[in-house]
């Protein structure tokens, strides 16, 4: 995951090849997944100098959104990065 900055989310993270983008909002323990999302809208995202304001025009209601808990680092294991 990549620390952003951001109001409302603090990470983002992208696999291309399922096109699912993970968005990690501040105050909350879970990770919400947004399917099918191009690559040029995770790099939009991560470029864009107001962040939330880009998620709300370009993410957010346009892609089918759900909610996962991400596992938490077990100690002496590498972290898992997206």
Same mark, same amino acid.
């Given at each position: 995951?990549?620390? /952003?900055?951001?109001?409302? &989310?603090?990470?983002?993270?992208?696999? $291309?090849?399922?096109?699912?983008? *993970?968005?990690? +909002?501040?105050?909350?323990?879970?990770?919400?997944?947004?399917?099918? /999302?191009?690559?040029?809208r &995770?790099?939009?995202?991560?470029?864009? $100098?107001?962040?939330?304001?880009? *998620?709300?025009? +370009?993410?957010?209601?346009?892609?089918?959104?759900?909610?996962?808990?991400?596992?938490?680092?077990?100690?002496?294991?590498?972290?898992?990065?997206?």
């Amino acid at each position: 995951m990549l620390a /952003v900055d951001a109001n409302t &989310f603090e990470s983002i993270g992208y696999v $291309p090849l399922t096109r699912t983008l *993970f968005v990690k +909002f501040r105050n909350s323990t879970s990770t919400i997944t947004f399917q099918n /999302v191009p690559g040029f809208r &995770f790099d939009g995202l991560a470029s864009a $100098p107001r962040k939330d304001a880009y *998620f709300k025009a +370009f993410i957010k209601d346009r892609f089918l959104e759900k909610s996962v808990v991400l596992p938490a680092p077990t100690p002496g294991q590498p972290r898992m990065t997206l």
